[in-house]
């Protein structure tokens, strides 16, 4: 069974940076390449709201307008974990946020919580005025 282990969260100056990783394991006849990695994030009393995706074997990505130019998704195939750098943070970042995996090799067109089966346990990103 596949598992998804995120860190690197914490609490954060606004304007400040952080790097998420997103390690994943537990492969049986797949591979990593085989899949779509994404980062959401979710506040109290919302859904969870698509970041970013990557797709590792092609290096496709995918971002939520309000982050373009400011996160960067990337991938080390040799370590199976995809990362999330996050500069120039806003308050409104704010949120824990999640990985989550599905099963694919193109991008996921809109990027909705429903299109991924596998998740991690999520980090607590907290940035401060």
């Known amino acids: 069974e596949v598992q998804l282990v995120e860190s690197g969260g914490g609490l954060v100056q606004a304007g400040g940076s952080l790097r998420l990783s997103c390690e994943v394991s537990?492969?049986?006849?797949?591979?990593?390449?085989?899949?779509?990695i994404a980062w959401f994030r979710q506040v109290p009393g919302k859904a969870r709201e698509g970041v970013a995706e990557?797709?590792?074997?092609?290096?496709?990505?995918d971002y939520l307008d309000s982050v373009k130019g400011r996160f960067t998704v990337s991938s080390d195939n040799d370590k199976n974990t995809v990362y999330l750098q996050m500069n120039n943070l806003k308050r409104e970042d704010t949120a824990v946020y999640f990985c989550?995996?599905?099963?694919?090799?193109?991008?996921?067109?809109?990027?909705?919580?429903?299109?991924?089966?596998?998740w991690g346990q999520g980090t607590q990103v907290t940035v401060s005025s």
């Open positions: 989550a995996a599905t099963f694919g090799t193109q991008v996921v067109v809109e990027l909705h919580e429903r299109e991924f089966d596998t």
């Open positions: 537990g492969f049986t006849w797949e591979k990593f390449d085989h899949y779509v």
């Open positions: 990557i797709v590792p074997w092609s290096g496709s990505t």
